[in-house]
């Protein structure tokens, strides 16, 4: 629920602008990819500056993903190692028990009867 309403505080305000940027920016404009000559058409590329605006967003909303994932990763192999680890245990624990009710089985086998 908190979540919910974190992520209605934060993505509403967030749409509302972007929408306000794009209605107020649509003007075509040029990006040259050429520094040295810009007016060079070959590396250029014409578009409403909105277009621009919601690259840039996305590209940061990647890179910044990316970077996450990337500085999370040592939280995900210690998470694989241990789950790894808790199956072995599991698993000898589960031998443990077919083992004692072996015995157990056994011993009851064994008890004389009145």
């Keep these: 629920m908190m979540k919910k309403i974190v992520n209605l505080v934060i993505l509403v305000p967030l749409g509302i602008v972007l929408i306000v940027l794009s209605v107020a920016n649509r003007q075509s404009v040029s990006l040259a990819l050429n520094p040295f000559q810009p007016e060079d058409q070959l590396l250029s590329v014409a578009a409403p500056f909105f277009v621009f605006l919601f690259l840039a967003f996305l590209l940061g909303l990647f ?29 000898e624990a589960d031998q443990h028990k077919k083992r004692a009710e072996q015995i157990a089985g056994q011993g009851l086998a064994q008890l004389p009867s009145k």
């Design 63 to 91: 890179a910044g993903s990316l970077a996450t994932w990337w500085s999370q990763g040592k939280y995900r192999k210690r998470a694989k190692r241990e789950s790894r680890s808790a199956m072995r245990w599991q698993a």
